[in-house]
């Protein structure tokens, strides 16, 4: 299967999107266009050659306190809140898992937060783990615990260079 990554448009259909997780599920089939239009983040999709949606993530700024970051790490980051690009949401459908989009879609929010941090300040990525098979997701491509986090969700970061 091929795939194109786009930026949000009601054009491409997102009726039959389904990966499993209702809220992601919802999420893009009724509350993104109005994230979209209040800038609340940005919504990267992926689509399939009928332009059916078949992925998704979300980009969105933010801060997170000095403390929450390991100590190895803290000599090199400002001492202050550290500027983030947060993934807000990821999710691939059903009919694709196992097909790479997954990797691919967080490799290109990846390169599009290191564009935006060339210019801005944005020293990391930082994502909440939905539940144990998102976060070891995440694990698996090089993020880490932020300290200081608590409840069912892991709070995980990715040290932009």
């Known amino acids: ?40 983040n940005v919504s990267v999709l992926a689509v399939n050659q009928q332009n059916e949606v078949i992925g998704f993530y979300t980009l969105s700024s ?5 403390t929450n970051f390991p100590e190895a790490l803290k000599k090199k980051i400002a001492p202050y809140p550290v500027p983030i690009a947060r993934i807000g949401r990821l999710a691939v459908d059903n009919t694709t898992k196992g097909q790479g989009l997954g990797k691919e879609l967080l490799f290109h929010a990846i390169d599009r937060v290191e564009e935006v941090s060339l210019k801005l300040g944005v020293r990391a990525i930082v994502v909440d783990a939905k539940n144990q098979r998102a976060e070891d997701f995440y694990l698996k491509y090089g993020f880490e615990y932020l300290q200081n986090t608590s409840g069912p969700r892991k709070s995980l970061f990715l040290i932009i260079d």
Do not use: H
């Open 1 to 40: 299967m091929t795939w194109v990554f786009v930026d949000f448009d009601k054009k491409y259909n997102r009726s039959e999107f389904d990966c499993g997780e209702p809220d992601l599920n919802i999420y893009l089939k009724t509350q993104m266009s109005q994230d979209v239009i209040r800038k609340a």
């Open 62 to 66: 933010g801060a997170v306190e000095f």
